[in-house]
């Protein structure tokens, strides 16, 4: 992923007033714990990697608006997004009340919105619930509601050192033909509580994008995912396209789909265009 890096606590105050003096107005963070293990306990760890950089940010630069991925798959020994049964699947019912720790952690370290990423069933129910009973009624949550079994992802899972150690997400993870689906998924999580949808990948989902920004008053964002990124800068970097006007013009299509909100790795190199 040319021009993206893992950043080091120690250079997160320079990052957050770059992208504040850049207009960009939020980040979405991820974190590469020092040791993983089984339940994934460095998600909610009061002292985790996460936890820390939200303070950090937050010092620095407190009108960046900071949202938290909630996952386990960065922190458990297997990749997976959930805790596993003795069998080796993945327990639903058990992953719930530690994604539902993991966000209010987060929130007690200064995270403005919560972003649950696993898809669990259930686990917007149970993380508005947890935030509602820590007394973060007002804290948003912005659901990774239909979010595709994808081969668009593996540039990020290396870089967050997250691919599962064996077996693969589509067990949880949605299946790439089915748009039905994803609207019902959308619907289960606005019922749950809900306040913002996220389609995930972008690219080769616009037309859910369309569908869902048809069913829904709630805002809708899409993710424009590393596999997306990265095969557009290797076209630039061959040659083969402009850079500025192929990234304005992918962010664009995004936009025209109907998302409101684009989570993408281009918005530094974007906004510098427009500059």
């Known amino acids: 992923m040319p021009g993206q890096y893992r950043l080091g606590l120690d250079v997160l105050a320079e990052e957050a007033k770059e992208l504040v003096d850049l207009g960009i107005p939020a980040v979405l963070l991820f974190g590469l714990p020092e040791a993983k293990d089984e339940r994934g306990s460095g998600a909610w760890a009061r002292d985790g990697i996460v936890q820390e950089a939200i303070r950090r940010l937050k010092e620095a630069r407190p009108e960046l608006l900071v949202i938290g991925d909630v996952c386990l798959c960065e922190y458990t020994s297997h990749g997976h997004c959930g805790v596993l049964t003795a069998t080796g699947d993945v327990d639903n019912d058990a992953t719930l009340p530690l994604l539902s720790e993991t966000a209010v952690s987060l929130v007690e370290a200064g995270c403005d919105i919560i972003a649950p990423s696993d898809m669990m069933d259930g686990r917007v129910g149970a993380i508005r619930a947890a935030l509602d009973s820590a007394g973060y009624v007002n804290t948003p949550i912005l659901s990774y509601a239909a979010k595709f079994a994808s081969a668009f992802y593996g540039p990020f899972r290396e870089a967050a050192d997250s691919a599962p150690q064996f077996g693969d997400r589509r067990g949880y993870q949605m299946d790439p033909a089915n748009a039905r689906m994803a609207l019902d ?23 859910v994008i369309r569908q869902v920004r048809d069913a829904v008053e709630a805002p809708v964002a899409a993710y424009n995912v590393s596999g997306e990124y990265s095969m557009l800068m290797a076209a630039v970097q061959n040659g083969w396209l402009e850079e500025a006007r192929a990234i304005d013009e992918t962010l664009t299509s995004i936009r025209r789909a109907g998302a409101d909100i684009v989570i993408t790795y281009h918005a530094k190199q974007w906004v510098r265009s427009k500059q």
């Open 185 to 207: 998924e959308v619907l289960t999580d606005l019922g749950e509580g809900a306040d913002m949808v996220m389609v995930k990948p972008a690219l080769p989902y616009l037309d």
